[in-house]
Nanobody, 118 residues
Framework: QVQLVESGGGLVQPGGSLRLSCVAS????????MGWYRRAPGKQRDLVAS???????NLAGPVKGRFTISRDNAKNTVYLQMNSLMPEDTAVYYC????????????WGQGTQVTVSS
């Protein structure tokens, strides 16, 4: 089992920035993939960004150039730096953990709300 704890969500004005963090604990194997998904109201949960322990990334089109994913392997932590936020970025953001960049995650965090509004 792997446990994920997210932090950093909140309310921000359009054009602003937020940084999400997620710490993983438990039975963590090497070559894992950590990332972020989001679910906007009335929509399905979609990939935002994911990153392997080796540094490979998978970033969704709508956030390219605005969001950056990074991780600290020693701390089992993944970050999502979100810049130039737009109202359409409003969603619950979920930390994810798995073993492939292109397969469904195995574990999920509880989610953190990000609201972009003036």
């Amino acid at each position: 089992q792997v446990q994920l704890v997210e932090s950093g969500g909140g309310l921000v004005q359009p054009g602003g920035s937020l940084r999400l963090s997620c710490v993983a604990s438990g039975m963590i194997l090497d070559n894992n993939v950590m990332g972020w998904y989001r679910r906007a109201p009335g929509k399905q949960r979609d990939l935002v960004a994911s990153m392997s322990a080796g540094g490979s990334t998978n970033l969704a089109g709508p956030v390219k150039g605005r969001f950056t994913i990074s991780r600290d392997n020693a701390k089992n932590t993944v970050y999502l730096q979100m810049n130039s936020l737009m109202p359409e970025d409003t969603a619950v953001y979920y930390c994810s953990f798995g073993y492939s960049l292109y397969s469904a995650p195995v574990y999920w965090g509880q989610g953190t709300q990000v609201t972009v509004s003036s």
